[in-house]
């Protein structure tokens, strides 16, 4: 069974900072079922990367992904202060089918 | 534009069932899986299954078998998920979320979640 590992399991930062969130499969995984997720408080989920680096519609340019095989990144490369939220990976493949990570919490500092 | 509309909460005594609906606008009903996704308060997201609104054609997680129940109406393009057999651990937001039928050849992903609906088991 794949699992996917994130760290840090919480990321303290100002904004302005730049935001790495790191997820690790435990076996190579293909990128292109390989997603990230935002998720505020209260709020439903929402899609930001799939397929490992593909921005969803209407996410801005200063959230990129990349990785590929066991090691993915989420990057936002200057933080907005409606950043500060949960972010999910999610890869589809293998058995199970489905998995999400356990979730990094960025906080503010 | 595209939406995924759910019921309302609900409270259920230990060893009930629930139902909970998810009604899509905006696109094709039938050319997109219908998932069903989990949150326990605080906790993280837990795929519980999915089902195609074209055939009916269903795969729940394994340790869901048994207890969950999916179907679909495609004349009011709606999809339904029912847990029996209520616990307090079942106790969580439940999403539908939507993946495109096909996927596999390009990415697969949930792009349009529903609002959640918060399922509360207590006696």
């Known amino acids: 069974e794949i699992v996917l590992t994130q760290s840090p399991g919480t990321l303290s930062l100002s904004p302005g900072e730049r935001a790495a969130l790191s997820c690790r499969a435990s076996?190579?995984?293909?990128?292109?079922?390989f997603n990230w997720y935002q998720q505020k408080p209260g709020q439903a989920p929402r899609l930001l990367i799939y397929g490992a680096s593909s921005r969803a519609a209407g996410i801005p340019d200063r959230f990129s992904g990349s990785g590929s095989g066991t090691d993915f990144t989420l990057t936002i490369s200057r933080l907005e202060p409606e950043d500060f939220a949960v972010y999910y990976c999610?890869?589809?493949?293998?058995?199970?089918?489905?998995?999400f990570g356990q979730g990094t919490k960025l906080e503010l500092k | 534009q595209v939406q995924l509309v759910q019921s309302g909460a609900e409270v259920e005594k230990p060893g009930a069932s629930v139902k909970v609906s998810c009604k899509a606008s905006g696109y094709t009903f039938t050319d997109y899986y219908i998932f069903w996704v989990r949150q326990a308060p605080g906790q993280g997201l837990e795929w519980m299954g999915w089902i195609n609104p074209n055939n009916g054609d269903l795969k729940y997680a394994q340790i869901f078998q048994g207890r969950v129940t999916m179907t679909r109406d495609t004349s009011i393009n709606t999809a339904y998920m029912e847990v029996s057999g209520l616990t307090s651990d079942d106790t969580a937001i439940y999403y539908c979320t939507r993946e495109r039928i096909g996927c596999s050849s390009t990415t697969c992903h949930f792009d349009y979640w529903g609002q959640g609906t918060l399922v509360t088991v207590s006696s």
């Open positions: 999610q890869q589809y493949g293998g058995s199970p089918p489905y998995r």
């Open positions: 076996q190579s995984v293909s990128s292109r079922h």
